[in-house]
């Protein structure tokens, strides 16, 4: 990776290369290689022998449509996919139900006839990879309830829900529903033995009196869960103190301060917060999206405790903010030991937001979503000190001013904002003296880019200028991220 032989294209808050590939030479060599080596096949000989299986079938529904009505030889042309399936059987199978030996498969285009014929013969799949099939039906999936040794499950955009049925994957690990439409999930997704990892933006759905004494006699083992829509009447603050194992977790409030749910989910946040210290699975992550109506939610959840105790003490390593606060100084405070956070459209004031930040004595990266943040003042010596890694994302060109001798151990910052133009008067590169890398808004213009080149020329450390090109998101402005252009060598994602 230092001699630009490999990229990342994936980087952490903490600057982690997450995931990486080879440049195009590179990648063809390796291609090469492995084929030679036969640690890959890019035919169907010795199918038998096959473990890890992708295919891509791009036929989109138009075009099987159009075949479905043809007389030519696209009316017999069978589908692809289907007919692939078939070919990964033993070489001495000798019937039309054999079981098929694949223990992953990934599929890209359109899949359903094969899910739907073939998948119940692949008895020993453990990955099934279906998030970029296009045209998966809820019908379709039946099948997938009968891999019983089904470890890690993606669905695609076209499925809507699931069934019950869920709950005879006794061996699911992972489940992630991040591109699907489904909206709620049975409770026998969440009691599965082994599942561990749940993604996507999902309700729970309601539990009978029966099913829940069974969920909370029983043990819970989801470790993430990212993430859950808590509304009102929801039963999902009772179920949170009981999942023990839980680390990470990402919650939608779309609850107000007179639902009863209101108190018992701020119990729960509070609980969540303080067990960090209990749990052997390493530090833990909490993301809050708050509407109009739960802005307190933090506050009363650093608060809410009985007379004459001591404040609460919060072990976070990671803390996802989002949505107007009227108070955040009492939850910082209980947070020393913070090492990540993220604040979006909270509307907190400079000099607030600045004490509040006072109080992280660990925070390694901080990132700040607003309108604005040209009244946010690091005026001392040596403020946020521990700090190494600083993104900040507006929607008008007006930064936060940071006085020499603050922020002392920087050594990433990214200042995005389409509309900047020329450097900051506030922010001067020369005064990072570990500076590594500044990163700018892709739409930026030519004449800004060239200004920052060179500051960062005449910087000892030489860092990186990089262009990140802004990926809108469906729901809200702040929502969006940031990806890396082919402009510059380094690729980086900002979440």
């Not at 989109?60 to 078939?86: Q, V």
């Not at 008895?123 to 999936?141: A, P, Q, Y």
């Given at each position: ?190 009691s599965l033995p082994h599942l561990a990892h749940l993604f996507g ?205 603050a922020l002392p151990g920087l050594v990433s910052l990214h200042m ?80």
């Amino acid at each position: 990776m230092d001699r630009n032989i490999i990229q990342p294209i994936d980087t952490s808050n903490r600057g982690e290369k997450k995931t990486c590939k080879p440049h195009g030479i590179m990648h063809q060599f390796m291609l090469y290689k492995s084929i030679s080596s036969n640690f890959i096949a890019p035919s169907l000989e010795n199918r038998g022998n096959f473990r890890h299986i992708m295919m891509e079938n791009q036929r989109n529904r138009r075009e099987d449509d159009m075949d479905h009505g043809a007389t030519g030889p696209a009316a017999s042309r069978p589908n692809l996919l289907n007919n692939l399936l078939r070919f990964f059987k033993p070489s001495n199978s000798t019937g039309p139900d054999e079981d098929l030996r694949p223990r992953s498969l990934t599929v890209f285009g359109s899949a359903e006839e094969a899910v739907y014929s073939d998948l119940i013969n692949c008895k020993l799949l453990k990955v099934l990879d279906l998030k970029e099939c296009n045209n998966l039906e809820d019908k379709h999936i039946n099948n997938i309830y009968k891999l019983l040794h089904l470890k890690y499950l993606t669905l695609g955009s076209s499925v809507r829900g699931l069934s019950d049925k869920m709950g005879n994957l006794h061996c699911l690990e992972t489940l992630d529903l991040r591109k699907t439409k489904v909206n709620t999930v049975p409770v026998e997704v969440i009691s599965l033995p082994h599942l561990a990892h749940l993604f996507g933006k999902v309700k729970l759905n309601k539990l009978s009196s029966k099913k829940l004494d069974k969920f909370l006699s029983g043990e819970c083992n989801l470790e993430t869960l990212s993430g859950v829509v808590v509304e009102r009447n929801s039963q999902f603050p009772e179920l949170m103190e009981h999942m023990k194992k839980l680390t990470k977790v990402k919650i939608w409030c779309v609850i107000t301060s007179t639902d009863g749910n209101y108190t018992k989910l701020s119990d729960a946040i509070r609980k969540f917060a303080q067990a960090g210290t209990d749990t052997s699975q390493g530090a833990r992550s909490l993301s809050l999206h708050l509407n109009a109506s739960s802005n307190e939610m933090v506050h009363l959840s650093a608060t809410s405790r009985k007379a004459g105790l001591a404040p609460p003490v919060f072990y976070l390593s990671s803390l996802k903010l989002q949505g107007r606060l009227t108070h955040f100084k009492e939850f910082a405070k209980a947070l020393s030991g913070l090492r990540e956070l993220c604040l979006t459209c909270t509307n907190l004031e400079g000099p607030i937001l600045l004490a509040c930040l006072r109080e992280l004595w660990c925070l390694v990266y901080l990132k700040l979503v607003e309108d604005r943040i040209d009244d946010l003042d690091i005026n001392l010596d040596g403020d946020l000190a521990s700090l190494q890694r600083l993104c900040i994302v507006v929607k008008q060109p007006r930064f936060p001013t940071i006085a020499q001798g603050a922020l002392p151990g920087l050594v990433s910052l990214h200042m995005l904002c389409k509309d900047l133009e020329g450097v900051c008067d506030g922010i001067k590169v020369e005064h990072f003296k570990h500076l590594r890398e500044v990163a700018l808004d892709s739409e930026v213009n030519q004449e800004t880019i060239e200004l920052w080149e060179n500051e960062a020329k005449e910087h000892p450390k030489r860092p990186k200028v990089l262009l990140l090109k802004r990926v809108e998101a469906a729901d809200t402005w702040s929502a969006a991220k940031y990806v890396a252009t082919d402009q510059r060598s380094s690729e980086l994602l900002v979440e």
